[in-house]
């Protein structure tokens, strides 16, 4: 099978269409749009440019070799149709990012690779002791702490509701997390989503394989606590919870919850273990009903956290992070061209360029 029917395929099932919707959308007579199946090159470029805007990618992904990932760790809850196109997307983000790193001989050094694995808490303590956290100290840019770290991250918003993130574990080219950021899961539950995975890489590195997706509902329990530890170590609960201040019971979850970045379940599954014959869980939904007037939505995060608390933006709204600054670094060294940039980075021409005028301008 070609790449072209192949990409295709994979591009149809992460969009939830049929063949005959494809067709219809991209108003291609049945005998083209089944010639183009059967692998057949059209005449011209204007059924296969109507088909790639209607799945919404550049015409070049048609055609483009999808390098296959060789250690990742991908679990989701049901059956995700856009699984393949995830780890395509991925696959294509991760090897651009090695190569700039090749390429620009600027390659980050993996500091948790001596955190040993084991028990969640104590592998939890040691990855903070490692980046140089204090055991009391917030985590207040958990993606630029972890890309220090050497590991490549990235946010996603892939609306699906069994799919939070994954992770990959490569010998070569290195670590990486991709985050769900789809506007449907807090932002505390992207926050946790990068713990979580962090806690697969430090004590799970040997389950990882190419397209590694059984779930091992252990595994999954030592990555929670891990995260949950991570964010909000036992020291820093200890000091914060304050029993007999002045707060409510419901105020001072919220306000553990604010200042280290996490959800209320996170806080009070903390509590819970900490007192675990006290009905933490209750007591917040009663006085939560009772400050707020009505009962906790499912699903729903009390006092959200804004986007910035997950990855800070610069000036131009763009996500500050570690791959923009090697693209930048790479067309100022001429090792790439202004449209090669804007393709790694995913924005259109114009906006490149004026992102590389305002880069200037700033020196």
Known sequence: MSNLVKNIDRLIRARGFTDDELRQRAKLST???????????????????SM????????AHLFESVRPLRCVKFCSNGDLGDHDQILAETSRWFYRFSELEHMLNDQLPLKLAGVPPGDPRKAARSARETLGLDESEPIDNICGLLESAGIKMR??????????????????????????TWSNISVEGWIFTAAYELGHLVLHRSEYGPKQTKKNEEHGKEASSFARHFLLPDV????????????????????????????????????????????????FHFEYKCDRGEALP??????????????????????????????????????????????????????????????????
């Open 31 to 49: 005998d083209s749009y089944e010639a183009i199946k059967s692998g057949e090159l059209p005449s011209t470029m204007k059924g296969l440019k």
């Open 52 to 59: 790639a805007k209607v799945l919404d990618v550049p015409v």
């Open 155 to 180: 946010g996603i918003a892939a609306p699906a509701d069994g799919f939070f993130g994954l992770s990959v574990a490569d010998t070569e080219e290195g670590d990486a997390i991709v985050v769900n």
């Open 236 to 283: 820093a609960l200890e000091k914060e919870w304050k029993p007999s201040g002045d707060l409510s019971f419901l105020e001072q979850v919220l306000r553990i919850k604010k200042k280290f970045k996490v959800s209320y379940r996170t806080v009070l599954s903390s509590l819970h273990e900490k007192y675990p014959n006290r009905n933490v869980w209750g007591r």
């Open 298 to 363: 499912r699903n729903t995060e009390p006092d959200p956290l804004p986007e910035e608390d997950f990855r800070v933006k610069d000036r131009d709204g763009m996500y500050s992070d570690r791959l923009q600054e090697l693209v930048y670094k790479a067309v100022e060294q001429e090792h790439i061209t202004v449209s090669r940039a804007a393709a790694i980075l995913g924005i259109p021409l114009r906006k490149m360029h004026s992102l590389l005028v305002a880069k200037a301008n700033s020196k």
